[in-house]
């Protein structure tokens, strides 16, 4: 059954439950935008995060409260590697353990483009409890989602980029079907040849 039909199963106290979520909990839009949207909207938006998120698609469970993460990954000595053909995050917070983030991407950029996130895509949701099993601080390696969606970022012949490009994130916390604010970073594709 498609996500949006599911909120025709619903009963009128479970719509109203979240015509009422709706009211004081905006949701990320396709857009990147956050916005208060209707009950219906945002139930719908919710099970597609929880679908993406590796969860149950239950329609009757409206999102706990959450507190968010924020500017706890990052591209230090990260992001786009060439070698060891690496695509990830550094985490500078010991306090990951059981969360889940959802990554978006461009494609390769001048630095100097003046509309960087124009090919922001969605890449992946990893699981940062991860991070402990590899006794690391750095995300597993995203390079397989990444180029899925943009294809290889090296430049074409094995040569450096010339000029330089950088790849662009936006990364958001996920919680039960919710998504925090985005935090945007950058990395200047790093060639170690």
């Known amino acids: 059954m498609k996500l949006n039909t599911l909120w025709k199963t619903l009963n009128r106290d479970q719509r109203r439950a979240w015509n009422a979520w709706a009211k004081s909990n905006p949701v990320l839009l396709d857009d990147g935008s956050f916005r208060r949207v209707s009950g219906h909207k945002a139930m719908t938006m919710v099970l597609r995060n929880r679908a993406a998120g590796g969860e149950a698609t239950n329609p009757t469970h409206l999102p706990d ?36 983030w959802f990554v978006w991407a461009t494609a390769p950029v001048l630095t100097t483009e003046l509309n960087p996130l124009a090919t922001l895509r969605f890449i992946t949701a990893f699981d940062s409890g991860v991070l402990d099993a590899q006794g690391t601080d750095i995300t597993p390696n995203l390079v397989g989602n990444y180029a899925a969606v943009h294809g290889d970022f090296r430049a ?31 990395g200047l594709i790093y060639d170690e040849n």
């Open 65 to 100: 409260a959450v507190v968010w993460l924020d500017g706890t990954l990052s591209t230090t000595e990260t992001g786009p590697l060439t070698v060891p053909n690496y695509v990830g995050f550094r985490c500078g917070d010991n306090g990951l353990v059981d969360s889940k």
């Open 156 to 186: 074409p012949g094995g040569v450096p980029w010339d000029p330089p490009r950088k790849v662009w994130f936006r990364l958001h916390h996920y919680a039960d079907g919710q998504l925090s604010p985005g935090r945007i970073m950058s």
